[in-house]
């Protein structure tokens, strides 16, 4: 484990934590990792989860799919975040499914751990639980954001609006977004075809460029 210690730290679940305290804490925790594949899902929808993971490399999409096997994307989970946490501190059954984007290695955490009687002090099981309970309200923030995005009322004004908060999100008007087409269209549920088309229609009236996943947005001059 010592070896995505540097990784690990960066990891607001752990944050304000020594690396002592960390060792300690996944001696008392018993943390695992395992391996997944592109495309391999790594919790599914319909079960009961009582892990945390932790994403060590790789990367990984919170999807929700429809009967039909159509897909929306809630969110993706980088290098050094969790995902999860919601379902196991709820101990309910998970609405949505987790699958790898790329080749990942994660680590899982159970939650049950983390608030039973352990060898870890008071002070340090007080800092994870205050860390935990940051990230479950910046986990709230994103997906009203997504929300926000999703009640404009067509693919355009979509966009538009992520493609704003993007820009503001990275402080500049160039910037670069986690999604290849298929996944913008998944994550904003518009139709890939219809985006396309207004993303070129953008392009061509100068209020946007992009190449692939980088985008540029452009103000009025008026």
């Excluded at 391996?35 to 391999?40: A, I, Q, V």
């Excluded at 699958?99 to 002090?121: E, G, H, L, P």
Aim: aromatic letters at 10%; glycine letters at 4%.
């Amino acid at each position: 484990m010592r070896e995505f210690l540097d990784i690990i730290k960066k990891s607001e679940l752990f944050g304000n934590l020594t690396n002592d305290e960390i060792e300690i804490l996944f001696r008392c925790l018993q943390v695992t990792v395992r391996e997944y594949e592109k495309g391999e899902y790594i919790f599914n929808s319909g079960e009961k989860e009582k892990e945390i993971g932790l994403v060590l490399t790789g990367k990984v999409h919170i999807i929700n799919e429809d009967y039909w096997g159509n897909r929306n994307i809630l969110c993706d989970v980088l290098e050094s975040e969790i995902f999860g946490e919601a379902f196991a501190c709820a101990q309910e059954i998970l609405p949505v499914s987790v699958v790898a984007v790329q080749k990942s290695k994660i680590m899982f955490i159970d939650f049950t751990r983390i608030i039973k009687t352990c060898s870890f002090s008071a002070s340090v099981r007080e800092i994870l639980i205050s860390n935990l309970l940051i990230i479950l309200s910046k986990n709230n923030i994103i997906l009203t954001s997504k929300i926000e995005h999703m009640s404009r009322r067509n693919t355009r004004e979509k966009l538009l609006s992520y493609l704003s908060e993007q820009a503001k999100i990275n402080k500049s008007s160039s910037f670069s977004i986690p999604f290849d087409r298929q996944q913008l269209a998944d994550y904003l549920c518009i139709d890939r075809s219809a985006m396309s088309n207004e993303l070129s229609k953008l392009k061509k009236e100068g209020k946007i460029d992009f190449d692939k996943e980088k985008f540029r947005l452009f103000c009025d001059e008026n």
